[in-house]
């Protein structure tokens, strides 16, 4: 029997360089947050999303040490990692665990340090998300295939490079008024312009910074509610996921991101509703042209023109699909596994009518979308704001 999911509790820290704080703290201090924010409620189980915390951190075993750290000891805890989309499928876990009725309540968290370590140490552990014997021991990088990719588009499509401005100009617009964002200043196409490429042909501002950061949430069945309930009642309304071919080059249309699709398109089944239902999405921007895919992967645009709804404003916290509404990965900072709950915990913000100065005006429904690698892994929910009984 499928059970309501319902979102009890948010927390998250400031996303940056927190050399001083480690990747325990981290997360602790997002959990005590979250559970806060649910009234206290004690989960039972804990699903901790992470990507490079043995590599970097030299640390595995983060479910119980995050569960030991936070005074959380004797609970179900483990780890769950799946690149860029680790965050996303720990949340798929907790979900799945609620709505099964197995466990009545789950923490989800999301941790990452990346910036401990050198450049060059953390490209190399990068590499191993990638296909490590036809890619990474070739050289390649995330950015450099995100580059690969941005070069085929303008190509196939005929557009140029600064088509892309309007997504990193929409996201740091975003940005400026989110407290735990990692740049806070708003930037102008014609800076983006000006930029010298980083890998051609993307500049640093088609890619998004790798942060410190950690977040957490609280599920629960909307019947253990505490009686006296303080926020707006959030329900995950759908929680799917896909998968492509781990290897760029062992797709038919690099340019198609399928695991996308799929994940929206089995989404939306579940949870009976149609992409024009849905009010903004919360899209995985590590890169520019990921924006521009993602959007013509769920159906909110058709091949080869994803970059038009960054040009006539469509995206933006008043257009007609808001995307990256407290700064996306590139304002708010891109902190690896944590990065999933990141973009669930905003999204719950908006809906609560939280949002401040972000906030997107009537949102019910909303989109959200975390990716490991080109969209080898795709974890999509659907979160909407439901009536209280």
């Not at 989309?85 to 665990?97: E, K, P």
């Not at 959030?234 to 929680?239: E, L, N, Q, V």
């Amino acid at each position: 029997m499928k059970h309501d999911v319902v979102i009890a509790g948010i927390g998250q820290t400031e996303v940056g360089e927190h050399w001083d704080i480690s990747l325990r703290e981290l997360a602790f201090f997002a959990v005590e947050k979250a559970r806060a924010d649910a009234a206290g409620l004690r989960p039972q189980a804990l699903y901790v999303g992470n990507m490079l915390g043995a590599a970097l951190s030299h640390q595995s075993h983060l479910g119980t040490l995050v569960a030991d750290f936070s005074g959380l000891q004797g609970i179900e805890a483990s780890t769950v990692e799946a690149a860029g989309a680790s965050g996303g499928l720990a949340l798929r876990f907790g979900y799945l665990a609620v709505a099964s009725g197995m466990v009545d309540t789950a923490l989800v968290v999301g941790a990452e340090k990346l910036t401990d370590q050198t450049d060059a140490n953390v490209e190399a552990a990068m590499g191993s998300l990638t296909d490590a014997d036809y890619e990474a021991e070739q050289g390649m990088t995330a950015t450099s295939q995100a580059a690969l990719l941005m070069r085929r588009y303008m190509h196939e499509y005929g557009v140029s490079r600064d088509a892309f401005a309007g997504f990193p100009v929409t996201s740091h617009a975003n940005g400026v008024a989110n407290p735990n964002a990692m740049f806070r200043q708003a930037i102008k196409a014609e800076t983006y312009a000006k930029v010298g490429p980083v890998s051609d042909p993307m500049n640093m501002f088609d890619i998004a910074p790798n942060a410190d950061g950690a977040a957490a949430i609280l599920l629960t069945r909307r019947e253990l509610l505490p009686e006296k309930f303080p926020h707006p009642l959030i329900a995950i309304t759908a929680s799917s996921v896909a998968t492509d071919t781990l290897a760029l080059h062992d797709r038919p249309n690099p340019l198609l991101f399928s695991a996308a699709r799929l994940s929206v398109e089995r989404a939306l089944k579940q949870a009976d509703l149609s992409i024009e239902d849905l009010d903004f999405f919360e899209l995985f921007d590590a890169f520019s042209i990921y924006s521009a895919l993602s959007l013509e992967a769920a159906g909110f645009a058709g091949q080869g023109e994803g970059w038009k709804l960054a040009e006539n404003g469509a995206i933006s916290l008043q257009g007609k699909l808001p995307i990256t509404t407290f700064g996306g990965l590139k304002a708010r900072g891109n902190p690896g596994g944590a990065t999933g709950v990141y973009q669930v915990v905003e999204a719950a913000l908006q809906l609560r009518g939280q949002a401040g100065d972000n906030q997107v005006a009537e949102a019910k429904t909303a989109l959200v979308q975390s990716m490991g690698g080109p969209a080898a892994t795709v974890a999509t929910h659907i979160l909407q704001l439901i009536e209280k009984d």
